[in-house]
């Protein structure tokens, strides 16, 4: 998942950067609001996700969020000390799809990150919205809910289907236990994490890839793309 940071603070950018990275994310980071805006066209550019941090040191964020808005449907979640109502309002007006109040948790912001992107159809090179995932072998029917491997149908289980096609659609993006837990059976982490356990091997048993879902120790979960 690409990444823009806009974030004028060199020291807050490295540790976020180094954080974001080793949970998959490419990130490019950019010092100012014009330095995000150059970033950002063409659009083709292809950020997953614009991290806009309002204290820039040449313009407002709001501004700059609005400006970012007009060029691109990137979604865009705000970071900012400012946490009244209003300050909150304004910037989800402006079209920001989420607003993170300073400080805040890396957990909940990976959260976020991956819950802004997901709400943004997916599309292919030519910029239609995706209704398969092909990995190498392995073809994923969203719509119909079918996985194949080789052109080989393969019977799945509900939850494991939605498992795989949560890890499928950012290939190579680290998913956290909490996250993948939340997403996939809609409740905490506590007490489901033998659950998840299982539904992983079950995956890697009848997809015949042993390698296909990488355990991340100590995070969770990621798909490594087969070779075709």
Request: glycine content about 8%; aromatic content about 4%.
């Amino acid at each position: 998942m690409r990444l823009l940071l806009v974030e004028d603070d060199n020291h807050v950018a490295a540790a976020l950067s180094a954080v974001l990275a080793r949970h998959g994310f490419e990130v490019t980071h950019a010092r100012s609001g014009e330095e995000a805006l150059r970033a950002l066209v063409p659009e083709s550019a292809g950020f997953d996700v614009v991290l806009l941090d309002l204290g820039l040191p040449d313009q407002d964020g709001y501004e700059v969020c609005g400006k970012i808005r007009k060029r691109t449907s990137t979604p865009v979640i705000m970071v900012t000390a400012r946490s009244d109502v209003r300050s909150r309002i304004h910037g989800l007006n402006l079209g920001a799809d989420d607003y993170v109040v300073k400080p805040y948790d890396t957990g909940e912001l990976l959260a976020r990150i991956h819950a802004v992107s997901r709400r943004t159809p997916h599309t292919d090179d030519t910029g239609n919205v995706e209704t398969a995932l092909r990995l190498g072998a392995v073809h994923i029917e969203l719509p119909t809910r079918q996985v194949r491997v080789d052109g080989t149908p393969v019977q799945l289980t509900r939850k494991e289907f939605d498992l795989l096609a949560l890890l499928a659609q950012r290939p190579g993006v680290v998913f956290r236990r909490e996250q993948i837990i939340s997403e996939v059976w809609q409740t905490s982490w506590e007490g489901t994490g033998r659950t998840l356990e299982v539904h992983v091997a079950s995956l890697r048993s009848k997809l015949r890839m042993p390698a296909l879902i990488e355990t991340v120790r100590g995070v969770g979960y990621r798909l490594v793309a087969p070779a075709a």
